[in-house]
């Protein structure tokens, strides 16, 4: 057994005077963090605030242009790169958790990590497993079958095997587990669960590096907080010396603009999509009518067929049978292209693989959706693209404010800013929106609420597919309850509010046991 010695806090990392440039572009400058051990540490910013660079600083992924280093007391060479800051004992779990489906838990926690061998050098299965049992029982999945399919876990399940991963080759050698956003998008319920996780993994004695946008799991989870703003270090100070409304002020300053209050009023019964009997190899006879101007929210644990019902209104799933109608007239996607031309607009969850284009420009990400609009006699006019997108990235606060920049190189949330306002222009009559929200700070998701109730206010529908029970509550005129893809409940009017959302879905969780309490040792 090799107990970490807890009793004295002592720093797991400091990192003083970080500087970092992108070409011309100081995106880190002077930056100091000191993250102690058994500390769970938030670090958090607005979108392009510099997060996900200083945490890809410390872990070796970027090299800084200047500052200093030490984990545990122990200087990290400027050109130690990803391997050799994992010698000094840097783990990272991404917000992606980089798991592959469709292979066991055992194979996703040792791959890439070292097996076991024997002594003639095969695969120790057993050794490896006996490892990766202790790996899991940290993370409070001491009961999970290490042979299970990973794509069969509940989403906390799934985040927990990420961790277990990052620990599997000795607790003794993690300083500092950095995880970055690893609560974006999961189910109502099971933040409660990964946020117990987080706890629990404190009190194995590494230091925790914690990127969020969400300041109640700040407020609740976290022990120090850490705040950039424009790659600067605005302030650090103990959670308990600081409230929400603070947090929100330093992140955003004066920046969040005001949501509407007021529920848009279903302004016509004209409807705009009506699904009839739909099934797909994920849907099962779902039949719903939404009308010009309403907002119809889509709520459900993890694979309830949510994303799979976006995907099929935008003709990337196959309709097995049932029909689709749109403003009256028949509608059968077979192919994005189908339905973009009848009106469709789509942001889709995955914004690294089916959002962007990636490899190309801030404006070809934003000109994709509105070629009519820039093409004259099939040519694009040159001018009005760079007035349309000049328009776009300023109306969207996108940073940097450079069309000419690779999409690549933009922080996630100014990403899916783009994801969202390229179809600001077209004159679509339904939005299927799926977590448009995820990833971005507290003013830009203010900006995409009122968006959306303007796409409803001039006459479109909306299908908002959302994890967030506060976003269905608070921008939805109504909302349905899908369960292994069948329609199980609609809310709408006052009853549409978190505590009854939950009251259905939590329900749907109760066969999950909160992990049992933590352990400080491992084999
Ligand atoms: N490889 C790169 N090349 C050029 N610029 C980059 C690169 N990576 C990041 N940047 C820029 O650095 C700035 C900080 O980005 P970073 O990803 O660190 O922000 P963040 O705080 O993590 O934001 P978010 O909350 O949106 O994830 C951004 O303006 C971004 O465009
Ligand atoms: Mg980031």
């Known amino acids: ?52 660079t200083l945490s890809k600083i410390i872990a070796g992924f970027y090299r800084r242009d200047g500052g200093h280093i030490s ?64 790996a899991l029982a940290m993370v409070g999945l001491e009961g999970l079958d290490p042979a299970a399919a990973v794509d069969k ?45 987080v706890r629990r993994l404190k009190e194995l004695g590494a230091g925790i590096l914690y990127v969020t946008h969400r300041f109640e799991e700040v407020m609740d989870v976290t022990d120090h907080i850490t705040v ?39 302004v016509s019964d004209v409807a705009v999509l009506e699904i009839d009997r739909l ?15 309403e907002i119809c929210g889509v709520i459900g644990r993890a694979g309830c067929g949510r994303s799979a019902l976006g995907r099929t209104l935008f003709g990337k799933e196959r309709i097995v049978s049932g029909s689709l109608t749109l403003s009256g007239q028949r509608f059968t996607p077979h192919h994005p292209r189908d339905a973009i031309i009848r009106g469709v607009a789509y942001v889709p969850q ?82 299927v929106l799926d977590e448009p929200t995820e990833g971005v700070d507290a003013a830009a998701r203010a900006s995409i609420y009122n968006h959306i109730r303007a796409c409803a206010a001039g006459g479109a529908a909306v299908l908002l597919l959302s994890s967030s029970l506060e976003e269905i509550a608070d921008v939805c005129t109504r909302a349905i309850c899908l369960t292994d893809g069948r329609i199980t409940h609609e809310i709408e009017g006052d009853a549409l509010n978190v505590r009854n959302m939950e009251h259905l879905l939590v329900g749907q969780i109760s066969d999950f046991s909160p992990p049992p309490e933590p352990r400080r040792a491992m084999d």
């Open 279 to 293: 099934t797909t190899s994920r849907l099962k006879n779902v039949s719903l009518t939404i009308s010009k101007g």
């Open 153 to 197: 876990l509940a989403t906390w399940q799934r985040v927990a095997v990420a961790c277990a991963r990052a620990l599997f080759d000795g607790l003794e050698r993690v300083r500092l587990l950095i995880l970055d956003e690893i609560t974006a998008a999961l189910p109502p319920g099971e933040v409660r669960l990964v946020l117990d996780l």
């Open 1 to 52: 057994m090799t107990y970490i010695d807890v009793s004295q806090p002592e720093p797991a990392v400091v990192a003083t005077g970080i500087v970092k440039h992108f070409g011309p572009r100081a995106v880190l400058s002077n930056v100091d963090i000191t993250v102690m051990r058994s500390q769970v540490h938030a670090l958090i910013g607005a979108n392009g605030s510099g997060k996900s």
């Open 350 to 431: 995955d914004r690294q693989r089916a959002g962007i284009l990636p490899g190309a420009s801030v404006r070809e990400n934003f000109t994709i959706t509105n070629l009519s609009k820039i093409t004259r006699g099939g040519r694009i006019s040159g001018g009005r693209e760079r007035g349309l997108v000049a328009q776009l990235i300023r109306h969207h606060n996108v940073i940097p404010a450079d069309s000419e920049a690779s999409i690549h190189n933009l922080s996630g949330g100014n990403q899916q800013k783009i994801v969202v306002g390229r179809w600001d222009l077209t004159d679509n009559i339904l939005f």
């Open 228 to 266: 950039l703003r424009d790659g600067k270090l605005l302030v650090s100070v103990p959670t308990s010396q600081t409230t929400t409304r603070q947090l929100v002020e330093w992140v955003s300053g004066d920046k969040v603009p005001e949501v509407d209050a007021v529920r848009t009023r279903i």
């Open 71 to 134: 984990i545990s007391g122990n200087a990290v060479p400027v050109n130690a790169g990803v391997a050799g800051t994992e010698a000094y004992g840097v783990r990272v779990v991404h917000q992606d958790l980089g798991l592959i489906d469709g292979v066991s838990v055992l194979e996703n926690i040792a791959v890439g990590k070292g097996y076991t061998r024997t002594r003639v050098g095969t695969i120790d299965w057993g050794a490896t497993n006996r490892r990766a049992r202790a």
